[in-house]
């Protein structure tokens, strides 16, 4: 018989999904879609404006139309970031940190090379930002400031409420990447000194892959850089102003923000700190597990989030991931996680990352810390 | 033994390209023993399952479980037409059984 699977890579994706997750994305197939101002069917559920409407909550935010849907994150980050600086409309100073994924340092480093944006990349010490990093990177012509609320390496949480307060006093567009935070640790970006917040669906939202979005406080600074079909003002030369319609174009994911919506509700069932309470257990027991192995070596020992990277004595990383998948059926992630910077201060090639999620229970993270116990023994 | 199935082919920032091979025996201790003869082979015991790696400098490596039929191979790009005949006539001299004789 084949042992069970234990999946420990939710950082990445979230698996298994929650069963009412899956019946909602198949379930928009039993009618044909309520599309907004694009057919006659009047009865069919509108999944979207549903949707909308719990992400708004679930986020605290009181405008539902401030709610954007894209298809990921990264989709989230290139519109916000190319769409303020085309707004911006001259040359400005950004800042941002090692910790961040390339969904931020590329689309950064790309207005950077078009000479849209002079780029710091704060090298931080630590797991944290310290406020103070961002005070003193600041100029005269800082005009953005985009930082990750969690690191998808150290699993840290960044104290986005002092920096954001730092950042907006200063006049500067405060954007935060929350796609590691986003349904396992509080965060109401509604209620935060925050410009624009960044999620996913596909993570610890619970939903499918192709799916993520924003919520835009103020958005007439930001343009949109996709234009196309809204489903109303056909007539109209240009993107509307409208919200949401300034930033969709295009017929939606039907399917996927059915099931983002599914998503947004079980965890809002279950409770967002119930799930940081039952996940920063399991994370504390594995990283004082993992801590008394010999050899091997935590980037970081006390994760705000269930993310633990850690690295074998003697090891590649992607040997470690080899063995642990091949041996003992356990999936990881290893590599660089498209988060290069923050590997620079542990090793240049990567590490190993375990990132547990509320479906994970103890027997999982007793199965992982047994099999890196015995790659680790063959190292001695 | 044979190779049944290539899988991906993955192009590496390293220079490195991977591809994976379905053969048709079970890698077993004679096969690595085979395997000396043209490079450097390591073993790791005490795990579920052994795992094996082998090394033919500046041409290629080999990674994947003994008991297992999937080879995990990455060749050095600028040396990979000369790497790969090497792998697989490696791969294809080798006949279970023959280290006995």
């Not at chain 1, 990093?133 to 690191?151: K, N, Q, Y």
């Not at chain 1, 063995?323 to 660089?336: H, M």
């Not at chain 2, 033994?1 to 091979?21: A, H, P, S």
């Not at chain 2, 400098?57 to 479980?65: R, Y």
Request: glycine share 8%.
């Amino acid at each position: 018989m084949t042992e069970p699977l234990i999946y420990l890579n939710n950082a990445a994706t979230t698996w298994p999904k929650p069963p009412e997750v899956l019946e909602a994305a198949s379930g928009v197939f039993s009618s044909p879609f309520h599309e907004h101002g694009r057919t006659t069917v009047r009865d069919a559920p509108d999944y979207i404006g549903m949707a909308r409407e719990s992400v708004a909550k679930f986020f605290g935010v009181s405008q539902p139309e401030h709610i954007i849907f894209t298809s990921s994150a990264t989709d989230s980050l290139n519109l916000l970031i190319h769409g303020f600086a085309r707004c911006f409309n001259q040359p400005f100073h950004a800042i941002t940190t090692d910790l961040e994924h390339n969904s931020v340092l590329r689309p950064l480093r790309t207005l950077e090379r078009e000479g849209k944006c002079s780029l710091s990349i704060i090298r931080t010490t630590g797991a944290h930002v310290k406020p103070e990093e961002i005070r003193d990177a600041m100029r005269d012509d800082t005009a953005l400031v985009v930082i990750g609320h969690g690191s998808n390496v150290l699993g840290s949480v960044q104290n986005i409420e002092a920096i954001g307060t730092l950042v907006r006093k200063s006049g500067a567009f405060f954007l935060v990447d929350g796609a590691q935070t986003a349904g396992q640790y509080p965060v109401e970006p509604g209620h935060l000194p925050v410009d624009a917040f960044v999620f996913t669906g596909h993570k610890s939202l619970f939903g499918l892959p192709g799916t993520g979005g924003f919520y835009i406080r103020n958005p007439e600074q930001v343009d949109p850089i996709r234009q196309g079909g809204t489903g109303v003002d056909s007539a109209g030369k240009y993107q509307p102003d409208e919200m949401p319609l300034k930033f969709e174009a295009g017929t939606p994911n039907y399917p996927g923000i059915a099931a983002l919506n599914a998503g947004t509700g079980f965890v809002s069932r279950k409770g967002v700190d119930t799930i940081l309470s039952q996940s920063q257990w399991m994370t504390s027991y594995l990283v004082k597990a993992l801590g008394e192995i010999d050899g091997v070596g935590l980037y970081n020992s006390s994760p705000d989030i269930p993310v633990l990277t850690f690295l074998v004595d003697g090891m590649e990383s992607e040997d470690i991931g080899f063995i642990l998948w091949k041996a003992y059926r356990v999936v990881v992630r290893t590599g660089l996680h498209c988060s290069p910077l923050v590997h620079e201060r542990f090793n240049a090639s990567g590490g190993v990352r375990i990132s547990l999620s509320c479906m994970n229970t103890m027997n999982d993270c007793e199965t992982a810390i047994t099999a890196i116990e015995e790659i680790a023994g063959t190292m001695r | 033994m044979q190779i049944l199935k290539t899988n991906k082919f993955k192009r590496c920032v390293d220079g490195t390209v991977l591809k994976e091979y379905f053969v048709d025996e079970v890698v077993t201790r004679e096969t690595l023993s085979y395997f000396e003869d043209y490079g450097k082979v390591k073993i790791l015991e005490n795990l579920k399952q052994p795992f094996f790696s082998f090394l033919k400098e500046e041409f290629f490596s080999i990674k994947g479980m003994v008991g297992d039929q999937t080879l995990y191979v990455r060749y050095h790009e600028e040396h990979f037409e000369e790497s790969h005949v090497l792998f697989t006539t490696m791969i294809e001299r080798w006949i279970p059984g023959e280290l006995e004789n």
